[in-house]
């Protein structure tokens, strides 16, 4: 252990706080990216899709999501996908049929981490829906920490999950819900869970709003991440069109700034730096990634700024697509801020493409960041385009 590393250990110690896990301190390299529960069901998305697209062997770690926060704890989001589902020979990742007592997809990433040991998975809470129950844990953040350990760790799933991720979406600000619980409510929570969870990862997906007196503004990001192993900072869906049908359409996951930008602060560079400012390491971000594309409908200019007359048509959301489909239905022609847009007809649609995704890998490591994530596998191609590329480069 280098010295520095020691004396921020020993003061951690003293303060009667659990360091983080020794791989937050680890070089840059980290390619997360998150699998969702309900992928099972119309997207036909399984464990087994993420070795035989070759992401498996691409990964450091994988997020499942999600679990429910309600109660004041932590509760499974989906038992029929998460544990109950059985699998039979011809989808499951082993080629053999569930013959245990565990099944769904939680059996199937013990399967998964057979073929790769070295493979880290979290179960992350919370998410968009589920955020409202975090006011009330944090009124009990030991309570809650507590609850997150014991199902974490059930021994009917013993040996899934290497840690917890915490979605709170957003802490003393508002996203589905509005939350008033202050800026140090969050602190105290990871503080909670880093105690009872020891050396087991935590982490935690945040806000990426760099703008002034925003959603990073409202929280103390920088307290909290010395109790934490990284952030997994969501740099997408800046731009919409669910929240501004009718225009201007603009890139969902600019890099940087570009001359007419809707929002000033809503790029993922000023993000990055307004973390850093609140005292972030930069080693314990990891720069987000979306493998979808977010679209308008109604438009007859090329370049971002237009106007539209709603979200354009997708398959199971308007106004969103997978990456899979776009890069065949809807092709880039396009980019600006370091992302990708494609103007097909009347739809407009941005993304992020593989040149683009390699780019912003590049961008993460020429900062110091801890690596890249990505939301969520399913988007991507069958023989994953998008998490190669960025794996390729960090």
Same mark, same amino acid.
């Given at each position: 252990m280098r010295k520095s590393v020691a004396v921020a250990a020993l003061a951690l110690a003293a303060a009667g706080v659990v360091a983080p896990s020794a791989e937050a301190s680890q070089p840059s390299g980290k390619v997360m990216a998150y699998f969702a529960d309900w992928d099972v069901y119309a997207r036909n998305y399984h464990v087994k899709d993420i070795e035989t697209s070759g992401s498996a062997a691409k990964l450091t770690h994988i997020n499942y999501a999600f679990g429910n926060v309600t109660?004041?704890?932590?509760? +499974?989001?989906?038992?029929?996908?998460?544990?109950? !589902?059985?699998?039979?020979?011809? !989808? *499951? /990742? =082993?080629? $053999?049929?569930?013959?245990?007592?565990?099944h769904g997809s939680f059996n199937?990433?013990?399967?998964?981490?057979?073929?790769?040991?070295?493979?880290?998975?979290?179960w992350s809470f919370g998410g968009w829906t589920w955020s409202a129950g975090f006011p009330e844990a944090a009124k009990n953040p030991e309570a809650f920490?507590?609850?997150?350990?014991?199902? /974490? =760790?059930?021994?009917?799933?013993?040996? /899934?999950? @290497?840690?917890?991720?915490?979605?709170?979406?957003?802490?003393?600000?508002?996203?589905?819900?509005?939350?008033?619980?202050?800026?140090?409510?969050?602190?105290?929570? +990871?503080?909670?869970?880093?105690?009872?969870?020891?050396?087991?990862l935590v982490t935690a997906a945040i806000t990426a709003d760099g703008s002034k007196g925003g959603k990073i503004d409202a929280t103390d990001y920088g307290s909290a991440s010395r109790y934490l192993?990284?952030?997994?900072? !969501?740099?997408?869906?800046?731009? +919409?069109a669910g929240g501004q049908p009718t225009g201007p359409t603009a890139p969902h996951s600019p890099l940087r700034s570009y001359p007419g930008i809707p929002h000033a602060g809503y790029y993922a560079d000023a993000a990055i730096q307004k973390l850093r400012h609140q005292g972030v390491p930069s080693s314990k971000m990891l720069l987000g990634l979306g493998f979808y594309g977010r679209g308008w409908d109604g438009v007859t200019q090329k370049q971002p700024g237009g106007t539209a007359t709603g979200p354009a048509p997708g398959t199971y959301e308007a106004g969103v697509e997978d990456y899979k489909v776009l890069k065949t239905t809807c092709p880039a022609n396009g980019k600006v801020a370091g992302t990708a847009y494609a103007k097909c007809g009347s739809q407009w649609w941005s993304y992020d493409t593989p040149e683009t995704a390699s780019a912003k890998a590049?961008?993460?490591? *020429? $900062?110091?960041?801890?690596?890249?994530?990505?939301?969520?596998?399913?988007? @991507?191609?069958? =023989?994953?385009?998008?998490?190669?590329?960025?794996?390729?480069?960090?």
């Amino acid at each position: 252990m280098r010295k520095s590393v020691a004396v921020a250990a020993l003061a951690l110690a003293a303060a009667g706080v659990v360091a983080p896990s020794a791989e937050a301190s680890q070089p840059s390299g980290k390619v997360m990216a998150y699998f969702a529960d309900w992928d099972v069901y119309a997207r036909n998305y399984h464990v087994k899709d993420i070795e035989t697209s070759g992401s498996a062997a691409k990964l450091t770690h994988i997020n499942y999501a999600f679990g429910n926060v309600t109660g004041g704890g932590c509760a +499974v989001g989906d038992p029929w996908a998460d544990h109950d !589902m059985p699998y039979d020979a011809t !989808m *499951s /990742v =082993n080629g $053999q049929a569930d013959s245990g007592t565990l099944h769904g997809s939680f059996n199937q990433i013990l399967e998964l981490k057979k073929l790769h040991p070295k493979l880290k998975v979290l179960w992350s809470f919370g998410g968009w829906t589920w955020s409202a129950g975090f006011p009330e844990a944090a009124k009990n953040p030991e309570a809650f920490a507590e609850s997150c350990y014991n199902l /974490v =760790n059930d021994p009917r799933w013993a040996g /899934v999950f @290497d840690g917890i991720d915490i979605d709170w979406e957003y802490p003393n600000a508002c996203g589905d819900t509005c939350d008033t619980s202050g800026p140090k409510a969050f602190t105290t929570l +990871v503080k909670a869970l880093r105690a009872k969870f020891g050396r087991q990862l935590v982490t935690a997906a945040i806000t990426a709003d760099g703008s002034k007196g925003g959603k990073i503004d409202a929280t103390d990001y920088g307290s909290a991440s010395r109790y934490l192993d990284w952030y997994n900072v !969501m740099t997408y869906d800046y731009f +919409v069109a669910g929240g501004q049908p009718t225009g201007p359409t603009a890139p969902h996951s600019p890099l940087r700034s570009y001359p007419g930008i809707p929002h000033a602060g809503y790029y993922a560079d000023a993000a990055i730096q307004k973390l850093r400012h609140q005292g972030v390491p930069s080693s314990k971000m990891l720069l987000g990634l979306g493998f979808y594309g977010r679209g308008w409908d109604g438009v007859t200019q090329k370049q971002p700024g237009g106007t539209a007359t709603g979200p354009a048509p997708g398959t199971y959301e308007a106004g969103v697509e997978d990456y899979k489909v776009l890069k065949t239905t809807c092709p880039a022609n396009g980019k600006v801020a370091g992302t990708a847009y494609a103007k097909c007809g009347s739809q407009w649609w941005s993304y992020d493409t593989p040149e683009t995704a390699s780019a912003k890998a590049g961008y993460a490591k *020429s $900062q110091g960041l801890g690596g890249m994530f990505a939301w969520e596998l399913s988007g @991507d191609t069958a =023989n994953a385009e998008l998490l190669r590329a960025i794996a390729g480069r960090c």
